[in-house]
């Protein structure tokens, strides 16, 4: 049935982008937590931006769609509903800590170089 195939692809979509999150905080705590010269901060700076950039958005967007239709169908999954709702959050933080790791490691190139 439709409902069925709704269903599983909202699984498959969530297993897929949590594992995607994974990854992306895994990166942003390798970033933010290491000492290194300016240069390897730069560079792995641009990695992240690259790996963030190479991931297009429209997997989030069509977990909110699936969600959104099972909801027009009158079907509430409260498990799903829950794994949905922690996606979003964790989805939201996740792209915030990016923006401030980067904020983190330009103030230190700043500071870097205003010290010489």
């Known amino acids: 049935t439709d409902l069925y195939k709704l269903h599983e692809e909202l699984k498959d979509l969530l297993y897929h982008e949590n594992i995607w999150l994974d990854t992306l905080q895994n990166r942003i705590y390798t970033t933010g937590n290491t ?60 792209h915030e800590d990016v923006t401030l790791t980067k904020t983190k490691k330009k103030k230190k190139k700043k500071k870097h170089f205003s010290l010489k």
């Not at 699936?66 to 989805?91: E, T």
């Open 35 to 94: 000492n290194v010269d300016l240069e390897d901060a730069s560079e792995e700076l641009d990695s992240l931006e690259r790996f963030l950039k190479a991931h297009s958005k429209a997997g989030y967007e069509k977990v909110f769609e699936i969600s959104d239709r099972l909801q027009i169908m009158k079907v509430s999954i409260p498990a799903i509903n829950s794994q949905i709702n922690q996606f979003r959050i964790r989805w939201e933080k996740l």
